[in-house]
């Protein structure tokens, strides 16, 4: 079986790193689901969960990265069921955009 996370590379605006991170998914009327990534870029996430999410579902993702939680506005863009979910950002604040930026050029740097 491909990695689901790459099926959709040649849409992406922005390079993915794989990269485990802790993090929140935010849906309405729900408690968070705590999961983790398998690569993060500054346009999206892939989320690896057995309790996926229907393609177009709106949430809010917390990221933890290095102990600093960052809150971003997404939406869920593919659902491979007990795989995980493709889950592109749609708006962040300035700050934490160039925290997400710091974390993923401070990964690449130690490749």
């Known amino acids: ?33 705590i999961e983790q990534t398998s690569d993060l ?26 102990g600093e939680k960052v809150m971003i506005s997404a939406m869920v863009v593919t659902c491979y069921p ?3 979910n493709g889950i592109q950002f749609l708006a962040m604040p300035p700050a934490d955009r160039n925290r997400v930026r710091g974390f993923l050029e401070s990964r690449r740097d130690s490749d």
Request: charged letters at 20%; hydrophobic letters at 30%.
């Open 41 to 66: 870029s500054l346009g999206g996430c892939y989320v690896k969960t057995m309790v996926t999410i229907p393609v177009g579902t709106k949430l809010n993702v917390g990221l933890w990265l290095e």
């Open 82 to 84: 007990q795989v995980g």
């Open 1 to 33: 079986m491909t990695d689901p996370s790459q099926t959709h590379a040649d849409r992406r605006a922005y390079p993915r790193t794989k990269v485990s991170v802790q993090t929140e998914l935010h849906l309405p009327d729900r408690d968070p689901l």
